[in-house]
């Protein structure tokens, strides 16, 4: 009889268990139904109280089911399972369940982090497709770059470089994301709904408004008083999920943001000083000066970092196309921003319901280009894939 067979995770769709995942979780039901093996092991997303409850009303004791969380892919998997459950529990002998394609990617990592196991891999069926097949072949050869020095089963070398080279677990896994306003109100309303996202999957975010945000009409007569657009800055940013030390001003003034070394230099002191990887800020090609002064300075300053996205605030429009290609799903957190808007009550008083309006139909419009019910849409100076 086998110790413990692990069933390799297979990605959630808007929460739910893929077909596929289904399949591979009665799989291993049935084994264990048919004594084969002793203990069930779920990974990553799928390791949660939903599957565990299921197994357990498929007839499979609590105590004989293990949750590895700490996983994010196969390699994850096959290394988090050891040092959590197989060493630990003395286990001799192991099982993957997975699916036919997954299957010869699995065996090689599995072979790796586990030289002295024999491993028994049991798989369904899901037929041929060259696009799944190419992915495989893909990341196959990710691993082998990955583990291009290392001995197997060397634990402690392979950790190490899991935690310093591999995306999904640099940092924690977390990213360090700056948001960039000009004014108060320019996160929010630009991509409030992705920032709330990041802070809800545990990212460190920092917030950035460059001015205090007050201003005058042209005849000198005061619309936005300073205080006013300070307490109102902070209430939007602690909606959206922001931490007091996260939330920065740089103090400057409304309508006189310029481009140049000064504003430049303080957001790559940000840069560093956060170590961070992705930077939301305003598209280049607005026609507010600030805003595009500002888009400007972060697109220089930022032209070490990996990710650059530039959203647009407001309801200005331009003589220029705004090519917004990139997407992010924001149907959970739309009313978290749009709460986070409200804050803002002198403007919401001064441009009246409409400014909400305007800014939930921009993101349900987006949100049905892509099939879901609302998005926040940017344009990408450059993005590698995390
Ligand atoms: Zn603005």
């Not at 699995?106 to 041929?128: D, H, M, Q, V």
């Not at 009313?335 to 921009?362: A, N, P, T, Y």
Request: net charge positive.
């Amino acid at each position: 009889m086998i110790d413990a067979v692990i069933i390799l995770s297979h990605r959630l769709e808007y929460g739910r268990w893929s077909d596929e995942y289904r399949n591979r979780l009665n799989l291993a039901i049935r084994l264990f139904k048919e004594k084969k093996i002793k203990n069930i092991i779920l990974c990553s997303e799928t390791a949660n109280e939903d599957v565990k409850n299921f197994c357990i009303k498929e007839g499979i004791p609590a105590e004989n089911i293990f949750l590895e969380k700490r996983s994010k892919d196969t390699i994850g998997e096959a290394f988090f399972t050891k040092k959590d459950f197989v060493i630990p529990n003395n286990w001799k002998s192991l099982a993957i369940v997975s699916s036919d394609y997954h299957l010869p990617r699995a065996k090689e990592i599995f072979e790796f982090i586990y030289p002295k196991l024999r491993i028994n891999l049991f798989s369904i069926k899901n037929g041929e497709d060259k696009k799944r097949n190419n992915d495989q072949t893909n990341s196959l050869r990710k691993f082998r770059y990955l583990v291009r020095d290392l001995k197997r089963g060397d634990d402690a070398r392979i950790e190490k470089r899991l935690f310093e080279e591999h995306n999904l677990y640099k940092n924690g896994g977390k990213k360090n994301i700056l948001a960039i306003g000009a004014h108060f109100d320019d996160i929010e309303l630009g991509c409030g709904g992705t920032i709330a996202k990041h802070i809800e999957n545990g990212d460190n975010v920092t917030f950035l408004c460059i001015t205090t945000s007050e201003y005058s009409g042209h005849d000198g007569k005061e619309i936005r008083k300073k205080k006013e657009a300070m307490q109102e800055g902070i209430n939007g940013a602690r909606v959206l999920g922001i931490k007091k030390g996260d939330f920065i001003c740089f103090n400057g003034k409304a309508k006189k943001v310029k481009y140049g070394q000064e504003l430049i230099e303080k957001i790559n002191k940000i840069i560093d000083e956060r170590k961070i990887d992705t930077i939301y800020t305003h598209w280049e090609k607005d026609v507010h000066h600030d805003h595009f002064a500002v888009g400007k300075s972060t697109i220089t300053a930022g032209r070490h970092i990996p990710r650059i996205l530039a959203y647009r605030s407001n309801w200005y429009t331009s003589s220029n196309v705004f090519e917004g290609r990139f997407y992010v799903d924001i149907s959970k957190q739309i009313d978290k921003k749009v709460l986070s808007i409200r804050q803002h009550k002198g403007e919401l008083s001064r441009r009246g319901e409409k400014w909400i309006d305007f800014v939930k139909h921009q993101n349900r419009n987006s949100g049905v280009e892509v099939g879901t019910e609302y998005a926040e849409v940017f344009e990408i100076v450059k993005y590698l894939a995390p």
